[in-house]
Antibody, heavy 121, light 107 residues
Framework: QVQLVQSGAEVKKPGASVKVSCKPS????????ISWVRQAPGQRPEWMAW????????KFSERFQGRLSVTWDTSANLAHMTLSSLGSEDTAVYYC??????????????WGQGSLVTVSS | EIVMTQSPATLSVSPGERATLSCRAS??????LAWYQQKPGQAPRLLLY???TRAAGVPAKFSGSGSETEFSLTISSLQSEDSAVYFC?????????FGPGTKVEIK
């Protein structure tokens, strides 16, 4: 069965960077992009970016342009999301997600369990 | 960017009753609208897509309707396990956006 397993919680200081990992299983990775979605406490989810695992193409929300990186490690079959210049407003649960259909980007059928990132001095 | 709104913010319903949740898009999203259910400490769960198509394993008590800018999610015969926050999401335009959610409480 399809699973997305994420790395654990992180506590970071303002100005630092955080890297969250997502390990998918149960399907052909190159057939589906992986998106990153975050959710601040009590807020709606917010789409951040996706990466096309097959060719490495990426697309980002303008809100994160310049401080967000998403990659796919082919040797380890791992997706990574790195967010830099962290501020308190980046405290959130970060999810990786996979769409429903091959060849589509949305909606999100499968989600990781979430990785809590806390930014605090 | 398309702005999604939802109403009401909170809905309190007695067991066995029906709940109707609304979602509005600031622009025409055709039928590219999904609904998710989220319980505390869990990731969102896809309920419906293309406005009214149930995702795998979703019971028939969840139904959706609407197109363009006005959508609704109906949950029939509410039970305690339906207590959750429900989000709509448009995926017709980039970036895909979620509504603020409706919290459904069981009296």
């Amino acid at each position: 069965q399809v699973q997305l397993v994420q790395s654990g919680a992180e506590v970071k200081k303002p100005g630092a960077s955080v890297k969250v990992s997502c390990k998918p299983s149960g399907y052909t990775f190159s057939d589906f992009p992986i998106s990153w979605v975050r959710q601040a406490p009590g807020q709606r989810p917010e789409w951040m970016a996706w990466i096309d695992v097959g060719n490495g193409n990426t697309k980002f929300s303008e809100r994160f342009q310049g401080r967000l990186s998403v990659t796919w490690d082919t040797s380890a079959n791992l997706a990574h999301m790195t967010l830099s210049s962290l501020g308190s407003e980046d405290t959130a649960v970060y999810y990786c997600a996979r769409p429903l259909y091959r060849g589509s980007y949305l909606p999100f059928q499968y989600w990781g369990q979430g990785s809590l990132v806390t930014v605090s001095s | 960017e398309i702005v999604m709104t939802q109403s009401p913010a909170t809905l309190s319903v007695s067991p066995g009753e029906r709940a109707t949740l609304s979602c509005r898009a600031s622009q025409n999203v055709r039928s590219n609208l999904a609904w998710y259910q989220q319980k505390p400490g869990q990731a969102p769960r896809l309920l419906l897509y293309i406005s009214s198509t149930r995702a795998a394993g979703v019971p028939a008590k969840f139904s959706g309707s609407g197109s363009e800018t006005e959508f609704s999610l109906t949950i029939s015969s509410l039970q305690s396990e339906d207590s959750a926050v429900y989000f709509c999401q448009q995926y017709n335009n980039w970036p895909p956006g979620f509504g603020p959610g409706t919290k459904v409480e069981i009296k």
